[in-house]
């Protein structure tokens, strides 16, 4: 997994400047270890502060109006949603050399399984491809693939093609298909355990990536990806190969 220490910075905001931001404003939490967060949005970045808490920082100006909306509109509307959100603990003021308020607020657990998430991770860099390289597309997606009369016609864009590991183009298992049709596809492609663990790997990384980018401005897209890594992860318990899935 990529390691989440290379991402800090961006923005202008990295992890010292959160912990001199906590120190100087809200000192009865300055021993608390500040952290990037794993999946970081882009209006915002976020940063553990202790197990309870993040700390939530604008990335330019159009984005800091929204500290105050939230701190203001966040706990009336709580009560009368169904499932949580976040809790302003703090608003910070601007200060050294950040120019913006900032916001603490309690940790929400289930943006995604780490846990299971790096498990996935381990799997797939541990399982080696043991053929004869061969022909690979690169990226198999439902934009790549056109049909006509209910039968596939074509596939295009070739630009990420090359020779070597097939893993790449089954990940089409878990953003395409589902169910019976996900079955079916992996019988008719029948390959190793190590195949579909390394396959599992680059559906969940392409959907991390993904998530990341959308998960501040668009929903919809968002919960696809979630959805994608929900079942990459699922998958990856039940132990993800067509043997264990008859």
Not at 22 to 42: C, E, M, R, Y
Not at 220 to 233: K, N, S, W, Y
Request: aromatic share 8%.
């Amino acid at each position: 997994m990529v390691d989440i220490a290379h991402r800090d910075g961006r923005a202008g905001i990295d992890a010292q400047l959160v912990e001199r931001l906590i120190s100087a404003q809200f000192p009865q939490w300055k021993d608390l270890p500040v952290t990037p967060v794993a999946v970081d949005g882009w209006d915002n970045r976020t940063y553990r502060l202790g197990d309870e808490m993040t700390v939530r920082l604008p990335t330019a100006e159009a984005y800091a109006p929204a500290v105050e909306k939230e701190d203001r509109w966040l706990p009336l509307l709580a009560p009368a949603l169904p499932v949580p959100i976040p809790v302003p603990l703090a608003k910070g003021a601007p200060g050294e050399d950040f120019p913006f308020s900032w916001s603490v607020r309690r940790w929400l657990d289930g943006r995604i399984d780490v846990a299971g998430a790096e498990a996935v991770w381990d799997a797939a860099l541990s399982a080696t491809w043991h053929g004869d390289p061969v022909w690979f597309h690169g990226d198999i997606a439902h934009g790549n693939l056109l049909v006509k009369d209910g039968q596939l016609a074509a596939v295009i864009d070739f630009g990420t093609s090359g020779v070597g590991d097939p893993a790449c183009d089954l990940v089409i298992a878990w953003t395409l298909f589902s169910g019976e049709s996900r079955e079916a596809f992996r019988a008719a492609v029948g390959q190793d355990p190590g195949t579909w663990a390394r396959a599992r790997g680059w559906a969940l990384w392409k959907a991390l990536i993904v998530l990341a980018d959308v998960i501040d401005s668009d929903d919809e897209a968002a919960a696809v990806q979630l959805r994608v890594i929900g079942e990459v992860l699922a998958d990856h318990r039940r132990g993800g190969s067509p043997a264990t899935h008859r």
